[in-house]
């Protein structure tokens, strides 16, 4: 049953036949829906607060579930008779717009297609044009990122940026704004000058940052350059591969761990997490924070072999999209999906300093739903 966002059109005739109701419209078009469904989508005032659009009719409430016993249609209004006593009132338009609701999803996400790169949008265009700043944030949801150019270079710009796209940061014990330059005092290889591999950071949370900024303000070093790997590419290429690996790394779960003289962060769970349809998700990966696997797990040989090929297919020259990043550039990555690392270089030769913070995914698509007005 397909859905639309508008019925210019009227009902005809409705008709029950057991636990499917099938209505006509005039222009010709059929629609089948389910009567239960019908029931618990009743526009009216007794089953939904009209001034939120929430449910107020409850099938935890109803001891039990309502028939539906007669069908009429008048002046293109269908009338649906219940068992309990309530009747429904319904028109094509009220039908469009229940469609359209349980029909919306945020943009499907496309994994990287060979010689892929990211957007490069212009800080000023985001911030003054909001149709750069809806184009902003469907390449996020899409293909997991955009390199914002032009940025300034003050401290603490990545937070205004948020604050001015009315994205809340996710604050996390460790640092509010994360300043990230050579350091002998570092917490974490971030603050040295060893190439990091690529991934995901706060691996180690049970519900890890979905989004990330990654703001450069100086860049003097040779070397250090920048590092994007698209995990959906990677986890469909193994599992084109190694069908059996891809299903070992979404069933074993193992522990992540980060931590520092005032805060730590744990957690255990597959590296590989999918959607409720089977199709790959997310990847959580890295290298650095992930603690060891038990050697009673009865699939300790395997899970490493598949670990192997993951880690292969990460590293691969043709999965990683590596570039220089200026003084301005601001990566916003939707950190569940995208790894992100970088290349070594000689601390002491010069500065190299970036700061980053984090917010959520749902955040952002609910700003890009008030933008294009679907969220009404």
């Not at 349980?102 to 996400?109: C, E, G, L, M, N």
């Not at 916003?332 to 500065?351: E, K, Y």
Request: one cysteine or more; glycine letters at 6%; charged letters at 20%.
């Amino acid at each position: 049953m397909a859905a639309t966002n508008s019925i210019i059109d009227s009902i005809a005739t409705a008709s029950a036949n057991g636990s499917n109701l099938r209505v006509t419209l005039h222009s010709g078009r059929v629609l089948d829906l389910p009567t239960l469904w019908c029931r618990d989508n009743c526009r009216c005032s007794e089953c939904r607060i009209t001034s939120t659009g929430e449910h107020r009719y409850f099938f935890g409430n109803v001891p039990e579930l309502a028939a539906l016993q007669s069908v009429d249609v008048d002046d293109a209004t269908m009338t649906l008779s219940w068992s309990d006593g309530h009747r429904s009132y319904w028109s094509a338009n009220d039908i469009a717009e229940v469609l359209a609701t349980a029909s919306r999803d945020h943009p499907a996400p496309q994994a990287w297609k060979p010689m892929f790169e990211p957007a490069r949008l212009s800080w000023q265009s985001i911030i003054e044009d909001p149709s750069a700043r809806i184009e902003c944030f469907n390449e996020f949801m899409v293909h997991g990122a955009v390199i914002v150019t032009g940025t300034p270079t003050q401290t603490g710009e990545c937070l205004r940026f948020l604050d001015t796209l009315g994205i809340p940061i996710r604050e996390t014990p460790f640092d509010r704004l994360h300043d990230v330059f050579f350091r002998s005092d570092g917490y974490n290889v971030a603050h040295s000058d060893e190439p990091l591999p690529p991934h995901n950071d706060f691996a180690s949370y049970q519900s890890p940052p979905s989004g990330q900024l990654l703001h450069f303000l100086v860049n003097e070093v040779s070397g250090g350059d920048s590092i994007l790997v698209d995990a959906l590419r990677v986890i469909d290429e193994l599992h084109a591969s190694d069908p059996d690996a891809a299903d070992l790394l979404a069933a074993v779960p193992i522990a992540f761990r980060e931590h520092s003289d005032t805060a730590e962060s744990w957690a255990r769970a597959p590296l590989l997490r999918r959607n409720p349809d089977g199709s790959n998700a997310s990847l959580r990966f890295s290298n650095q924070l992930m603690q060891p696997l038990h050697p009673d797990e009865p699939h300790v040989d395997e899970w490493y072999r598949a670990y192997h090929k993951l880690a292969l297919l990460v590293m691969s020259a043709h999965n990683q999209l590596r570039f220089r990043s200026e003084p301005g550039d601001m990566q916003i990555v939707h950190a569940h999906r995208m790894l992100h690392g970088r290349t070594g270089f000689d601390g002491s030769a010069g500065a190299r300093h970036l700061q980053d913070t984090y917010f959520e995914y749902d955040d952002l698509a609910a700003q890009a739903a008030i933008l294009t007005g679907q969220a009404r």
